[in-house]
């Protein structure tokens, strides 16, 4: 998925970028290592926790920031996703660039709620009002879903090098009506 993402986009990203509840997955962690720098060395990063930052009234002046990153937030809104999708786009530039990931087909999880799910058309009428949309697209496969049910940490594998890897072959393997994950890139 993340690899996905990065291809969309025009890498390191620069400016001022506000990252909404961790960038985990775009700084690298111990499963997953981005396959260059995401962030230019320049880059001015603040990021804004959820819940103590809420996502529905950013405490942030309009057009403040080249990229806004809300990963895996938006299905743990407590209140109207819309009006939160609203708030990312009040806070960025004209010109800047939104991605937005969330979960589909994906098991409950606590973070500290689990309020909603979003397939691909569900988050393009969200960014309804963005002027383009760069990538919107899911992931995801039968296989994943039937291993989730008996690992239920299944997202934190590392996915190794070596493409004869089952593990390998099922972090790649996609189909499109079994998104687990969804994401959009938009500009404003």
């Known amino acids: 998925m993340y690899m996905r993402i990065f291809s969309a986009l025009s890498l390191p990203l620069r400016g001022q970028i506000l990252g909404i509840s961790g960038l985990k997955y775009f700084h690298g962690?111990?499963?997953?290592?981005?396959p260059q720098a995401i962030f230019a060395d320049d880059a001015i990063i603040t990021e804004a926790d959820y819940p103590d930052v809420s996502i529905l009234s950013l405490p942030y002046a309009d057009n403040s920031f080249d990229v806004v990153i809300a990963d895996q937030i938006l299905e743990h809104v407590e209140g109207d996703p819309q009006e939160a999708v609203d708030e990312i786009h009040r806070v960025l530039k004209p010109g800047g660039i939104a991605i937005i990931t969330?979960?589909?087909m994906y098991p409950a999880h606590w973070g500290p709620k689990d309020m909603w799910r979003f397939s691909p058309d569900g988050l393009r009428y969200l960014c309804r009002n963005f002027s383009e949309i760069i990538q919107c697209e899911g992931w995801g496969n039968r296989w994943y879903h039937t291993l989730g049910m008996f690992h239920k940490k299944i997202r934190d594998w590392k996915v190794p090098d070596r493409r004869l890897s089952i593990i390998y072959?099922?972090?790649n393997k996609n189909e499109n009506d079994w998104p687990?994950?969804?994401?959009i890139v938009v500009k404003k």
Do not use: G, N
């Not at 687990?180 to 994401?183: H, K, L």
């Open 102 to 104: 969330s979960v589909f």
């Open 29 to 34: 962690s111990p499963h997953f290592t981005p």
């Open 180 to 183: 687990a994950a969804v994401w």
């Open 169 to 171: 072959w099922l972090a």
